[in-house]
Each structure stands twice: as C-alpha cells, then as structure tokens.
T-cell receptor
Framework: NAGVMQNPRHLVRRRGQEARLRCSPMKGHSHVYWYRQLPEEGLKFMVYLQKENIIDESGMPKERFSAEFPKEGPSILRIQQVVRGDSAAYFC???????????FGPGTRLTVL | TQLLEQSPQFLSIQEGENLTVYCNSSSVFSSLQWYRQEPGEGPVLLVTVVTGGEVKKLKRLTFQFGDARKDSSLHITAAQPGDTGLYLCAGDSSNTGKLIFGQGTTLQVKP
C-alpha cells in the first residue's frame, strides 16, 4: 500500500480524553486523505490535506476534530474530548499516479470506553 | 449528497461459482476504484477504471466501467476460498482524489 504507515494501530481512550492519530505517507508524497469507517458502515471521507494546507474538510465534524499535515513530520488527526460514537477505524490514504489512485494505510482502531 | 449503491451487501457461494458485484450511482465519476479489505487491515487497491466502457481483467476478476461512468461491476469467475473478503467500490467525482465509497460486499466462498 505504497508504504503508508499509521500509528498507533490500536488506541483506547476514555470519554473526554484526546486522541491523536498519525499518518506517514511515503517520502515525497504530499497528499493525505483521512477516512473513517464506523462499525458495519462503509468508509466516509473526512479531510484532504496537502503539505501545510487543508484542501477539503467537508467530511470533518465541525467540533472536536482537527487535522494537520506539517511541513515536517506525519499528518495528525486530532479528536478532542472523545465520545463513544468516535469509536471507529480511521484510515489515511496517499495519492499516486495520473489516475489519482489512493493507497491506504493499515488504519488506527480507536475504542472509546 | 452523492451516493454509490453497492449490491449485494452479502454473498455466500460455493467454490467454483461465478459472481457479480454492482456499484450504481446517479453521479458521474472521473474514476472508479475497487478495493478489497481484510479484517483489521486497510483497503487494498485492486483496479482503477477511468474511461466509459472500459473493461479490465485481473486474473479471474473482470472490472467494467459503465459507458456513462455512473456505474461499475466486478465479476469473479470460478471463485475460490481465497477470494473471501470485503469488496469496496469507490468513486471520485471531483477529480481531487476525494472518494465516495459504496457500502461494501462481504463475500464468503465455501470450499
């Protein structure tokens, strides 16, 4: 999957805590997409970032969620004051090729107790 | 809201049978991708189709993109237990890479 890395693979948080999910695309890849997969549902787009810029955040909840992709380092999806409904698998993907093919990381499974 | 309707949602067949999975939408897509996802892992790209009417083959898998680029199908010939998994279609309507996913088809192939 184009070497997209995500960590942690599993994250457990109690209600009200913060969750930080990291995504490292292969070196030189500057496009990152975040998707959420709720239990028994399909993947839903959250946000699209290029280095240092948010391009499209139309799928991101308006409150408690934020994303960044700094010049150096991984992309971070941050969820503040987590609630049980945030429990899901969060995937990031990077863009490659002339057909805008996306390659996904292994995901972070967030469980909110 | 753009939707990509994928059917069937569940499919259980015997080894050696053929099957077809469908993705339909009222929206036009610049490209459509098919993925396979194993439990606990991320989706793995199988194929991308971009041209209306395009047909791509990947061993026993045949992918077709509708002429109007609104629908696609995945046909598996002589299914094997190793084909068991979740199959997802995803369309890009904005040509920005932002994907709209179907609900997925869970395929079980029994030996």
């Amino acid at each position: 999957n184009a070497g997209v890395m995500q960590n942690p693979r599993h994250l457990v948080r109690r209600r009200g805590q913060e969750a930080r999910l990291r995504c490292s695309p292969m070196k030189g890849h500057s496009h990152v997409y975040w998707y959420r997969q709720l239990p028994e549902e399909g993947l839903k787009f959250m946000v699209y970032l290029q280095k240092e810029n948010i391009i499209d955040e139309s799928g991101m909840p308006k409150e408690r969620f934020s994303a960044e992709f700094p010049k150096e380092g991984p992309s971070i999806l941050r969820i503040q004051q987590v609630v049980r409904g945030d429990s899901a698998a969060y995937f990031c993907a990077t863009l490659e090729g002339i057909d805008n093919e996306q390659f996904f990381g292994p995901g972070t499974r967030l469980t909110v107790l | 809201t753009q939707l990509l309707e994928q059917s069937p949602q569940f499919l259980s067949i015997q080894e050696g049978e053929n099957l077809t999975v469908y993705c339909n939408s009222s929206s036009v897509f610049s490209s459509l991708q098919w993925y396979r996802q194993e439990p606990g892992e991320g989706p793995v790209l199988l194929v991308t189709v971009v041209t209306g009417g395009e047909v791509k083959k990947l061993k026993r898998l045949t992918f077709q993109f509708g002429d109007a680029r609104k629908d696609s199908s995945l046909h598996i010939t002589a299914a094997q237990p190793g084909d068991t998994g979740l199959y997802l279609c995803a369309g890009d309507s904005s040509n920005t890479g932002k994907l709209i996913f179907g609900q997925g088809t869970t395929l079980q192939v029994k030996p």
